[in-house]
């Protein structure tokens, strides 16, 4: 199931999610045209992620991807806070803050 399909449960259901993306592993960085199409999906996927997410984040201890991640974003903005952090520890913490202060059940 992918995040869109998630959302789509999530809406029906008034949960909301916090969707973490790792990258950990990937050696190679996305050309230019790969970050122009995750910009795309991003702003398709926005209007569903503004009412069925909380936020969410990229794991990558790569400072270099979390620069180009971040360029993705600066095409298209997220509709909810969005983190690019180093370890996937991290970004489930951030997940559960979030997640508690909008009063979701974990």
């Not at 910009?39 to 620069?67: D, F, N, Q």
């Not at 509709?79 to 979701?104: Q, T, V, W, Y």
Request: include cysteine.
């Amino acid at each position: 199931m992918g995040p869109a399909s998630v959302m789509l449960d999530g809406r029906r259901t008034s949960e909301r999610l916090f969707l973490i993306t790792d990258i950990a592993r990937m050696r190679q960085l996305a050309p230019a045209s790969q970050r122009q199409l995750s910009a795309e999906w991003l702003k398709h996927v926005s209007p569903l992620a503004r009412v069925a997410s909380v936020g969410g984040a990229t794991v990558t201890p790569s400072a270099i991807l979390r620069g180009l991640i971040t360029a993705v974003f600066w095409l298209q903005p997220s509709p909810n806070p969005f983190f690019c952090l180093a370890s996937r520890h991290d970004a489930m913490l951030k997940g559960i803050e979030l997640l508690e202060a909008a009063r979701m059940a974990l």
